[in-house]
């Protein structure tokens, strides 16, 4: 392109890049194809980004050694052993119950074999503490989950919901929401069809109704990569049976049981947050 570009009399393209369609237009010469070009990028942009993804979950994960059959074969043993409690006639949320129940939630993540589940376990464990903090301010004044949301909104005016224990049940109550979607699935039977012993499809779908609209792209894609390192539904139902060996039927019939009283207190929290408009909707 150099040399036919001086012989039309033209500047060399490093001094005139943004004029170069005016004076190529003039000089008669074909317009670069700028489509073609910016699909182009757009496809090694995406190249790079999927490496760069691939990258940080290999620093993350050690893809040598896959973790298939090294499951966590505790948390979710004591899962079936803290069963939530019954909600009552008005569904107010009792503290202290709730705050027992859920501290035992974190290793289920463990179940899922991936390290880079260890942000949203870390995220639960964090988010748990700040609001057992606020209730051990005044256990009498924040019984229920509901009394701690007024009264914090009614303490931090237009800084609310944004603050204090309001900002952690909102995101603890999207990592219960994840919980709960993953064993539905599994319960009601949903596979791929092509891979019927990989439960990615049935994560997939937790992290798309629950997380995915608050997380930036990079982290959807680390997601996307930690999916390889998901184990097999064999060994996680072993998880889910404290290791030993049982039959599918009767593992999912243990989590149905479990369920029954987590998704109503999960569904009272997301309808709380609906009626005091307390959600917000932002990526973090």
């Given at each position: 392109?150099p040399?036919?570009?001086?012989?039309?009399g033209?500047p060399?393209?490093?001094?005139f890049?943004?004029a170069?369609p005016?004076?190529?237009r003039?000089?008669?010469?074909?317009?670069?194809c700028?489509?073609?070009?910016?699909?182009?990028l757009?496809?090694?942009?995406?190249?790079?980004?999927?490496?760069s993804?691939?990258s940080?979950?290999?620093?993350?994960?050690?893809t040598?050694?896959?973790p298939v059959?090294?499951?966590?074969?505790?948390?979710m043993a004591?899962?079936?052993e803290?069963q939530?409690?019954?909600?009552?006639?008005?569904r107010?949320?009792?503290?202290?119950l709730?705050?027992e129940?859920?501290?035992?939630?974190?290793p289920?993540?463990?179940?899922?074999?991936?390290?880079v589940f260890?942000?949203?376990?870390?995220?639960?464990?964090?988010n748990?503490?700040k609001?057992?903090?606020v209730?051990?301010?005044?256990?009498v004044?924040?019984?229920?989950?509901?009394?701690?949301?007024?009264?914090e909104?009614e303490e931090?005016?237009?800084?609310?919901?944004?603050?204090?224990?309001?900002?952690?049940?909102?995101?603890l109550?999207?990592?219960?929401?994840?919980?709960?979607?993953l064993?539905?699935s599994?319960?009601?039977g949903e596979k791929?069809v092509?891979?019927p012993n990989?439960?990615?499809?049935?994560i997939?779908?937790?992290y798309?109704?629950?997380?995915?609209r608050y997380h930036g792209?990079?982290?959807?894609?680390?997601?996307?990569a930690?999916l390889?390192a998901?184990?097999?539904?064999?060994?996680?139902?072993?998880?889910?049976?404290?290791?030993q060996?049982?039959t599918e039927?009767?593992?999912m019939?243990?989590?149905?049981q479990?369920l029954?009283?987590?998704?109503?207190t999960v569904?009272?929290?997301?309808e709380?947050?609906?009626t005091l408009?307390a959600?917000l909707?932002?990526?973090?």
């Open positions: 392109m040399v036919y570009r001086r012989h039309a033209l060399s393209p490093c001094r890049t943004v170069m005016v004076y190529r003039h000089a008669g010469l074909p317009l670069p700028r489509p073609y070009r910016r699909r182009r757009d496809g090694e942009r995406g190249r790079r980004a999927d490496s993804a691939f940080i979950y290999s620093r993350l994960v050690d040598s050694d896959h059959g090294r499951v966590s074969r505790i948390s004591l899962l079936m803290n939530f409690r019954e909600l009552p006639a008005d107010a949320i009792d503290t202290k709730f705050l129940s859920v501290a035992y939630l974190p289920f993540f463990d179940c899922l074999g991936s390290k260890a942000p949203i376990k870390s995220d639960i464990s964090g748990i503490t609001i057992r903090g209730y051990e301010k005044d256990p004044k924040y019984a229920t989950l509901q009394k701690i949301v007024e009264a909104k931090h005016g237009t800084g609310w919901p944004k603050v204090g224990a309001t900002l952690a049940l909102m995101w109550k999207r990592g219960l929401l994840f919980i709960q979607v064993l539905r599994l319960a009601d791929d092509n891979n990989l439960i990615r499809v049935n997939t779908k937790a798309d109704r629950a997380l995915k792209w990079i982290v959807q894609k680390i997601f996307k930690a390889l998901a184990p097999y539904k064999s060994e996680f139902i072993k998880a889910l049976s404290k290791g060996e049982v039927a009767d593992c019939a243990s989590v149905c479990f029954v009283n987590y998704t109503a569904d009272a929290i997301y709380m947050y609906t408009n959600e909707d932002y990526t973090a």
